[in-house]
């Protein structure tokens, strides 16, 4: 059974980085898909990366693009998102998702079957 633990948030001014890690028990294979959400209060849940296979294939939100990037270490399938030129419309709780075998949508949440509990990130000006 996968379970997902996302880590590396917290409090950063306007312009600034961090980078979040999702890892855990059950990530070794049958994993195709992981991905990243985010959710900001009263705000629908909306995609943020994924990547396919380890990286053969990412997906950006148009929020994101050119400022956050996704990667996945091959062999523990751990999944990172490097955030960088914070803004405060980025602050919310990350999520990190997985799905195993099967063709998905890569940003849509309702296709992803194993989830952490998610990590804040607050981004002041």
């Known amino acids: 059974q996968v379970q997902l633990v996302e880590s590396g948030g917290g409090s950063v001014q306007a312009g600034g980085s961090l980078r979040l890690t999702c890892g855990g028990s059950g990530l070794i294979g049958n994993i195709d898909y992981m991905a990243w959400f985010r959710q900001a209060p009263r705000k629908e849940r909306e995609g943020v990366a994924a990547?396919?296979?380890?990286?053969?294939?990412?997906y950006y939100g148009d929020p994101v693009k050119g400022r956050f990037t996704i990667s996945q270490d091959s062999a523990k399938k751990t999944l990172y998102l490097q955030m960088n030129n914070l803004q405060p419309e980025d602050t919310a709780i990350y999520y990190c998702?997985?799905?195993?075998?099967?063709?998905?949508?890569?940003?849509?949440?309702?296709?992803?079957?194993?989830w952490g509990q998610g990590t804040q990130v607050t981004v002041s000006s």
């Open positions: 998702a997985a799905r195993r075998y099967g063709a998905i949508r890569p940003l849509h949440a309702a296709d992803y079957n194993y």
């Open positions: 990547i396919y296979r380890g990286g053969v294939k990412t």
